[in-house]
């Protein structure tokens, strides 16, 4: 779906975010989301706290669980996910905490094959992610699913492609400082959410959202993954779309 740009494209998602949390209130059931970071999204969650605090919508039944964190990255640190999300929409809405889920970056090596386990584990004792909301990277990496991730990937410590770490490199002053690994949630969690939302705004992204669209599906661009997905939208804006 195109938009004629990313603000009116992150108001209807938000509104189709707000719809299935209060159907899913409704039946007195929690709302499962799978949400993204990156400066896609950020639209998007301010939609979602105005919604929260003009119109009352409640996040009470909401359970979350970001995609992705740098590894090693503190919690407190300028450039967490953790801090990111508090920050732009759990501190603002009546999330509650106990129904937050982000990888843990301060992990010891050891145990992060099965902290991964236990956040699939969590997610499947919900039955699954309700809806997931997507970025993608310049190179077609959804979560911190880099080129090569295989579609039945699951979640694990993962190493960040050199395109990834320039990216992000602004952020954290320099190539040198930028994290080269990250914990991400697989493709295959990715691929059993109910329904996916990748968002993707401006020009920088239009050669990978074509490829992810219309070219091969293959491990080279795990947006590409989405083609075969029952229920996957991507939503975009005109730049964006100026290739397809
Ligand atoms: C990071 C995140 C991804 C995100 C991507 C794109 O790599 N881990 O989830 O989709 O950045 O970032 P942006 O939205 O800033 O273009």
Known sequence: VIFEDSSVASKAVAREIADLIIEKQRSNQSCVLGLATGSTPKGLYAELVRLHKEEGLSFKNVVSFNLDEYYPMEPDSVNSYVRFMH???FNQVDILPENVHIPDGTLSKEEISAYCNEYEAKIEALGGID???LG???NGHIGFNESGSLQNSKTRLVALDHITRVAASGDFSGLSNTPRTAITLG???IMEAKRVILMAWGERKSNIIKASVEGTVTT??????LQEHDNATFVIDKEASSKL
Do not use: M, T
């Open 187 to 189: 493709v295959k969690k």
């Open 220 to 225: 080279q661009v795990p947006a590409s993954f």
């Open 136 to 138: 993608i990277g310049g």
């Open 131 to 133: 809806l997931q909301i």
């Open 87 to 89: 920050e732009l929409l």
